[in-house]
């Protein structure tokens, strides 16, 4: 029964991924455009989202400043959920709507991009580095799901929306990891060359 269980999401996550991939292929590939025009002319990548997504923003910084699978110069990101002293002096002092907001006003410049990952497009926080971000003329990589929530309308058309189609959380999550991998196999491969694998 617990087998079957735990079966059945692999099973889902399975069937989701089959389904997003012809959906999500051109949104992903115009988020690599974006990073490489970004990267290539001395910009950074500035990652935020709450919860699993705050994972992810590190886990995407972290494969842009070290390495993903091929060696290659360093590439400029940060995650905007790792500085304990900054969050909570934030959150603190303002509200915690505004702890990625003021890091991307602190930090961003003409150029950079902005990745903002929420799986409900909802989060204060990550709408509030949107609005940022477009103060700071960045360009926005959003991840999202549940139809793109309030995302969608902050968004611009000259930002990137990857909008997993599902409702679940948990399902959305895994094909935003998969995306990133996505993205960081094919910037490696713009710069490098695509002979690896
Ligand atoms: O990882 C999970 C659920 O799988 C949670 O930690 C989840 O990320 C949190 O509830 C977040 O606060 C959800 O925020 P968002 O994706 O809607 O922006
Ligand atoms: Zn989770």
Do not use: W
Not at 67 to 73: G, I, S, Y
Not at 145 to 168: E, N, Q
Not at 175 to 193: K, N, S
Request: proline share 3%.
């Amino acid at each position: 029964m617990l087998e079957q269980r735990i079966q059945q999401h692999f099973i889902d996550s399975a069937d989701l991924k089959y389904q997003a991939a012809p959906i999500l292929s051109k949104p992903i590939a115009a988020a690599v455009q974006a990073l490489l025009a970004c990267v290539t002319s001395g910009g950074k990548v500035l990652a935020c989202g709450n919860g699993g997504s705050a994972a992810d923003a590190q886990h995407f910084s972290a494969e842009f400043v070290g390495r993903f699978e091929r060696e290659r110069p360093e590439l400029a990101a940060i995650a905007l959920t790792t500085d304990s002293s900054i969050l909570t002096a934030i959150a603190n002092d303002y509200d915690f709507s505004v702890i990625f907001s003021r890091q991307v006003r602190a930090l961003g410049q003409p150029g950079d991009v902005l990745l903002a990952i929420s799986t409900s497009g909802n989060s204060a926080n990550v709408l509030a580095a949107i609005e940022a971000a477009h103060e700071r003329e960045m360009v926005v990589v959003g991840l999202t799901g549940h139809g793109g929530g309030k995302m969608s309308h902050a968004l611009r058309d000259t930002d990137v929306h990857i909008c997993v189609p599902h409702d679940r959380t948990a399902r959305i999550q895994e094909v935003h990891i998969l995306a990133l991998h996505c993205i960081c196999d094919a910037v490696d491969a713009q710069l490098l060359g695509d002979q690896e694998t």
